[in-house]
């Protein structure tokens, strides 16, 4: 316990609580980028994660959004809102590479 009267774990959670809307927006930008992405592109046509990651990451920054835009995806497939292929075959989860389309 702090002078204050907080513990570590009072810490844990405030901190928590104020970085949570930060993360949140930036789980927002990271689908609306790749959502645009997609709508920019042919009907049926897909986009590497990477693209995303490019599109939102400082330059040659990418690999470290990739948990971001991993995670975006997850949360679409979810929704139903988007499907994964690699190389023409339809994939059920995201796993190794993939493609991403709207569904």
Same mark, same amino acid.
Not at 34 to 59: K, Q
């Given at each position: 316990?702090?002078?204050? *009267?907080?513990? %570590?774990?009072? !810490?844990?959670?405030? /901190?928590?609580?104020?970085?949570?809307?930060?993360?949140?927006?930036?789980?927002?930008?990271?689908?609306?980028?790749?959502? #645009?992405?997609?709508?920019?592109?042919?009907?049926? #046509?897909?986009? /590497?994660?990477?693209?995303?990651?490019?599109?939102?990451?400082?330059? *040659?920054?990418?690999? !470290?959004?990739?948990?971001?835009?991993?995670?975006?995806?997850?949360?679409?497939? #979810?929704?139903?809102?988007?499907?994964?292929?690699?190389?023409?075959?339809?994939?059920?989860?995201?796993?190794?590479?993939?493609?991403?389309?709207? %569904?």
């Amino acid at each position: 316990m702090d002078a204050a *009267g907080q513990t %570590r774990s009072d !810490d844990v959670q405030d /901190c928590k609580r104020r970085t949570r809307p930060a993360a949140q927006t930036v789980m927002r930008s990271v689908r609306e980028t790749l959502l #645009a992405l997609l709508a920019n592109r042919a009907a049926g #046509a897909t986009i /590497c994660p990477s693209e995303v990651a490019r599109a939102i990451a400082p330059a *040659g920054e990418w690999r !470290d959004a990739m948990p971001l835009v991993h995670a975006a995806v997850d949360r679409l497939l #979810a929704e139903q809102a988007v499907h994964l292929s690699w190389k023409g075959q339809p994939m059920a989860d995201r796993a190794g590479p993939y493609r991403i389309a709207l %569904r």
